[in-house]
């Protein structure tokens, strides 16, 4: 009877020992409600209201497009009317994409859809500070790999991107187009010259802690080096080689500073991660609850055990 009190237990113990999913340290499983329009459909835009002022290089936004395709504009849709999904190919509608100024916000900016493959929902939760929106399990085009980001908007002006699985077991060279991530506020000056003047060139985004200006960003492209160019040509900006996209289970934060962002990064389980407003409390995981239950329990048991038999001799 003891001992099949003793299994008993340890089963029941072990139910609790499930493996903890793995995920960026900042990423938050509250993700509100569905947005309708962007979640049906390919290459579009829907309109969403802050509750509080979101303050952005110098300027204050109470409202945003989110696009399908992966990335949002603050307080309109700049001078071509959308948000484009090939901003890793046309840097030019990335860095100057404003008139006024609407800066453009992407996690993850590359040709996804929602609408003919009917794969993945987008969400916003402005319940709280941070606002956040969710691309969940969308789809990218043509080869339906799917990626799961997140945008945290915090109200002292913080932003974290967060990746909870990109085309997991998935190669990447499979993607139909390039990738953008990064933040910029779209006000460079250009009028259609070879390549805007003033990019700064792509950084790695989960290198940091470092500081840069108000366009910060990294980009992924097939077969192309450096900068991927703008107009399909490549400008032999200085950056990075993007020969992969290393971004999965990070945590990226731009913090706002005097000259723009300061930049860090976290990748999945680290504890401790700061990003302005936003800090990880150090919970257990549901299989450290499960140890700690399993050594509560067996130690009980333990005891039980040993106390009988002192009473039996």
Not at 44 to 68: H, K, L, R
Not at 135 to 157: E, F, M
Not at 208 to 228: M, Q
């Amino acid at each position: 009877m003891r001992s099949l009190l003793v299994m008993i237990l340890l089963l029941f113990s072990i139910s609790f020992y499930l493996p903890a999913q793995a995920q960026p340290p900042l990423w938050s499983n509250d993700l509100g409600a569905e947005l309708s329009v962007v979640s049906d459909c390919d290459d579009c835009e829907e309109a969403i209201d802050f509750p509080f002022t979101i303050p952005f290089n110098g300027s204050s936004f109470n409202m945003a497009y989110v696009g399908s395709d992966g990335c949002i504009q603050l307080g309109g849709l700049g001078r071509d009317g959308e948000i484009d999904f090939d901003y890793w190919n046309w840097m030019e509608k990335f860095l100057a994409d404003s008139n006024p100024d609407n800066p453009l916000i992407c996690p993850f900016g590359t040709d996804l859809d929602t609408g003919d493959s009917g794969c993945g929902t987008i969400y916003y939760n402005n319940s709280g500070n941070p606002l956040i929106i969710t691309w969940d399990d969308v789809c990218s085009r043509p080869n339906d790999i799917q990626i799961t980001s997140q945008i945290l908007l915090y109200q002292d002006g913080s932003i974290v991107f967060n990746y909870n699985g990109i085309g997991v077991g998935e190669d990447l060279e499979r993607l139909g187009g390039g990738i953008v991530v990064g933040v910029t506020p779209s006000d460079l000056e250009w009028e259609d010259e070879p390549f805007v003047p003033g990019d700064p060139g792509p950084v790695n985004l989960n290198q940091g802690p470092f500081n840069f200006g108000p366009t910060a960003y990294e980009r992924w492209c097939s077969n192309k080096a450096n900068s991927c160019g703008t107009g399909g040509n490549d400008t032999g900006l200085p950056g990075p080689v993007n020969n992969a996209f290393d971004l999965d289970f990070w945590s990226i934060c731009y913090a706002p500073n005097s000259g723009g962002f300061s930049i860090t990064s976290g990748f999945e389980g680290e504890t401790g991660f700061m990003c302005g407003e936003a800090i990880v409390t150090q919970v257990p995981t549901l299989s450290e609850w499960g140890l700690i239950a399993m050594a509560g329990i067996l130690g009980i048991v333990g005891f039980m055990v040993m106390r009988r038999r002192k009473v039996s001799a």
